[in-house]
């Protein structure tokens, strides 16, 4: 777990949060400084499901264009106006001042699998910029044949994956990294290890 989460949440839920995800800080880091290698002042930037993220992003740099779609609403302590409740299991039901405005979506699904993937990929849809939009995925390499069958077309899509490398501690699935743009194999290519 992350030290810039553990400084803004309540030690239940970072003793809770830390056996469900585990970021580093470092690998925390090198994945906010690769996001903030694609934005400018005024990117709109959604975290769907990915707090951790989220923190360490606006940590290194604050984007008031960024924004927080979690389920769990003790995450809104972090940051109540950027936090926007959000639920796999009512996809359409987001905030009608998000449709057509995310130029990047940054998403961790919780679960490996595909019925998890088309909640979120019906909720992408709407609220990606129809021009600008992509997204930034990390998931397990387990799921990579419904990455490639759901993510299919722009602005979601396809996937290609990027030059972050994923380590993880205490996950048995090796995890990786893609992005729905031309070039974004490139995206960490200093090269970046990102450790879950």
């Not at 809104?76 to 995310?102: H, M, N, W």
Request: proline residues 7%; aromatic residues 8%; charged residues 20%.
């Amino acid at each position: 777990m992350d030290a810039l989460c553990v400084q803004l949440m309540p030690s239940g839920l970072v003793q809770q949060f830390s056996v469900n995800k585990g970021y580093t800080e470092e690998a925390a880091n090198r994945l906010a400084k690769s996001i903030h290698s694609l934005c400018v002042p005024s990117t709109k930037v959604a975290f769907m499901c990915c707090p951790t993220a989220f923190v360490a992003f606006q940590h290194m740099k604050r984007l008031d264009g960024a924004v927080l779609l979690e389920y769990d609403q003790r995450f809104a302590i972090l940051s109540p106006k950027q936090f926007v409740p959000y639920d796999l299991d009512e996809p359409d039901q987001f905030p009608e001042s998000l449709r057509g405005t995310i130029e990047l979506a940054v998403v961790d699904p919780p679960f490996l699998n595909e019925v998890t993937n088309v909640k979120l990929v019906q909720t992408l849809r709407p609220i990606l910029h129809p021009t600008k939009g992509r997204v930034i995925l990390i998931t397990s390499t387990s799921v990579e044949d419904v990455i490639h069958k759901l993510y299919d077309s722009f602005p979601i899509g396809p996937m290609r994956k990027t030059s972050i490398v994923v380590e993880h501690g205490k996950l048995v699935n090796d995890f990786a990294c893609w992005g729905s743009w031309h070039g974004a194999e490139d995206l960490g290519n200093e090269p970046h290890k990102f450790a879950l």
